[in-house]
């Protein structure tokens, strides 16, 4: 049987701001002290009047251009009704049809086991992003005794900018590369820090079959929205288990009466999806333009100001990568999905000398390493990335090796305990431990001649026929002539053997 | 008055009760048809000004005449928690406290 996955996705991101959407309530995280966090306005009592927080809307309008959507030049508040315990104004304060920006696109790499090639992308259109305010939380007893639900209501009034694609997702793999792509491009744009196990980020998913019979006949099955999901793992699960159990239980049918839209949740402990609000009590939000708010107007001229503050995009930045730098595009997604600072770090090493191949590599390696054991991430690198171009641009230019390079990084993270580091700490460090290459044969020569005098023994060994032997010689020399490139001490001292060879003969 | 004539709409007695079970209300069936009456009077008006023609006219939005209301994202002191909590029907002195939430 042949089907077509269809899927949209709804992602809830907060924005970073100091405080609520229409109050003045702090939006810190404070999971240990519910309900500290609250006011007249977000409580939803009688005569409180909320105010739009201009950051939140700024905030938003960022988020929106770097999803290349459009922004609409006025845009205005709706009251979501419904009642929930979380919910204290028994509304949401959302946008309905007038959002604040529309027609956006991301573009993500299309699964090849639907794409049928690698390397394909995916174009994903943004039908709008808005802004509301999200609900407080709810903590339910799980001992199963049927106890009270505690409500901590410190969430309620968050500023959330919801996402809308259109169902342009063709498999459960797509869903999980283009909420991790939106979390990126979010955080690239500042706007918000996406922690998903503090509920920052999070989103549902509209699924749906185009089931397509040996007849020729093609059947849709019902779209089922699966509610909050939190982690990009369940996102993939629960679509490919969603996608699972309508093949299973549309599959044989040639005809599907009920089309009606159902919201599932889904359960991680368990792996599945499951119907959570029967058709009865379907939504039925009797959306209205909210009287305490006051409609926005943007003009042209802030739009471009706004447009100022989007930097590159991370699938931008992947491109630029691969084609201007020459990194592969698995090489430039590892910089860039460590985050802006991450890749800042790397461009400043680039501009600085550095092959951009080898800075990749020290980065994702050895300047990784020493992040790991120090605990600390790139913003708190004591060596300066300038710092580390130098080093990368001696390499280059063949002045050092890399083992002297890699001595020389390591020095300096230890020196710069004491100091803040410098070029001339660089310099010095390559002074005093001689790590400079030997450029002058003449001075190796006079080395080699020395340790063959002193060692009998092995370089008669090499003459008898054990090239073996010169192993020890070598690292003789090279423990002398510190810096010195070990594929030229290696041409210097068999030549000087292979000499001694012919003499004998 | 003319607007209990056999004439006048009334809303059918179900619509009213989708409404109020939507805004959790719990009608008898004697208020049902007194809202089915009443409501159907109201839709009466809005027919009648829905013969304004109004084409070209931008539908208003806000009822106040100003836009761009703004405040800056500044911490205001919240309210302390005993206070919040003073009018919950039950609280154990951190959350409010409801009838168990099924998933």
């Known amino acids: 049987m042949k089907f077509d996955v269809i899927i949209g996705l709804e992602v809830h991101a907060q924005l970073q701001t100091n405080t609520k959407i229409f109050c003045g309530c702090a939006t810190d995280f404070t999971p240990d002290s519910p309900n500290v966090r609250t006011c007249p306005v977000c409580l939803g009592l009688p005569g409180a009047l909320p105010v739009l927080n201009q950051r939140a809307f700024e905030l938003a309008v960022i988020a929106a251009l770097g999803l290349r959507c459009q922004i609409a030049p006025f845009t205005k508040w ?136 040996d007849s020729g006949l093609t059947t849709k099955t019902p779209i089922v929205e699966i509610k909050n999901l939190n982690s990009f793992r369940f996102l993939e699960q629960a679509c490919e288990y969603e996608i699972d159990r309508q093949l299973k239980t549309y599959g044989t049918m040639t005809e599907i009466h009920d089309r009606t839209k159902r919201t599932y949740g889904f359960d991680p402990a368990r792996g599945i999806t499951f119907e959570q609000r029967s058709k009865e009590e379907a939504a039925d939000y009797r959306y209205f333009p909210d009287p305490d708010l006051v409609p926005v107007t943007v003009t042209r001229e802030q739009v471009a100001h706004w447009e100022t503050l989007v930097p590159e995009r991370p699938q931008d930045r992947r491109r630029r990568y691969h084609s201007a730098m020459g990194l592969t ?49 790139i913003n708190e690198f004591p060596v300066p990335a300038e710092l580390v171009g130098l080093i990368l641009a001696k390499v280059s230019e063949k002045s050092l090796t890399l083992k002297a390079a890699r001595e020389a990084l390591d020095l300096l993270v230890e020196r710069s305990e004491e100091q803040s580091v410098s070029a001339a700490t660089l310099d010095q460090i390559i002074q005093e431990r ?13 080395i080699i001649q020395k340790v063959i005098e002193k060692n009998p023994k092995p370089v008669a060994d090499y003459l008898g026929g054990k090239p073996a032997a010169a192993g020890s010689l070598l690292g003789q020399v090279m423990r002398e002539a510190r810096g010195a490139d070990p594929q030229v001490v290696k041409g210097l001292v068999t030549a000087a053997l292979d000499a001694l060879k012919f003499a004998d003969s | 008055m003319n607007q209990t004539s056999p004439q006048s709409a009334t809303l059918p007695p179900e619509e009213v009760a989708k409404i109020a079970r939507l805004a959790r209300l719990k009608l008898s069936s004697d208020e049902l048809t007194l809202y089915s009456r009443q409501i159907g009077q109201i839709l009466d008006f809005m027919n009648v000004l829905r013969e ?12 106040v005449p100003c836009e761009n209301i703004f405040r800056e994202d500044i911490v205001i002191e919240s309210l302390p928690r005993k206070t919040v909590l003073a009018n919950a029907p039950r609280t154990d002195g951190k959350f409010f406290l409801v009838p168990n939430i099924l998933g």
Not at chain 1, 166 to 181: F, I, M, Q, T
Not at chain 1, 192 to 202: A, I, V
Request: charged share 25%.
């Open chain 1, 78 to 213: 709706d009251r979501k009704q419904y009642f929930y315990p979380d919910l204290p104004k028994g509304y949401q304060i959302s946008q309905y049809d007038l959002p604040f920006s529309f027609s956006g696109l991301v573009e993500i790499p299309a699964d090849p086991a639907v794409a049928g090639e690698e390397n394909a992308l995916r174009q994903v259109r943004i039908i709008r992003a808005h802004l509301e305010d999200d609900a407080g939380k709810n903590v339910h007893d799980e001992s199963g005794r049927g106890s009270d639900s505690q409500v901590d209501l410190n969430r309620a009034g968050t500023p959330l900018v919801e996402i809308v694609t259109e169902p342009d997702l063709r498999s459960a793999r797509e869903a999980r590369l283009l909420l991790e792509e939106i979390r990126l491009l979010l955080l690239y744009l500042g706007v918000s820090d996406c922690n998903m196990q503090e509920g920052n980020l999070r989103c549902d998913a509209n699924i749906n079959l185009h089931i397509h019979h």
């Open chain 1, 329 to 377: 595009p698995y090489d430039a997604s590892v910089i860039i999905e460590q985050g802006r600072p991450f890749a800042d770090f790397f461009e400043n090493i680039v501009a600085h000398g550095a092959d951009p191949k080898q800075a990749a590599n020290w980065l994702t390696q050895d300047i990784q390493r020493i992040l790991n054991e120090r605990k600390c991430g």
């Open chain 2, 52 to 63: 304004v023609d109004t084409s070209g006219i931008e539908p208003m939005v806000s009822a």
């Open chain 1, 434 to 446: 001689g790590l400079a290459i030997v450029q002058d044969d003449s001075l190796l020569k006079e």
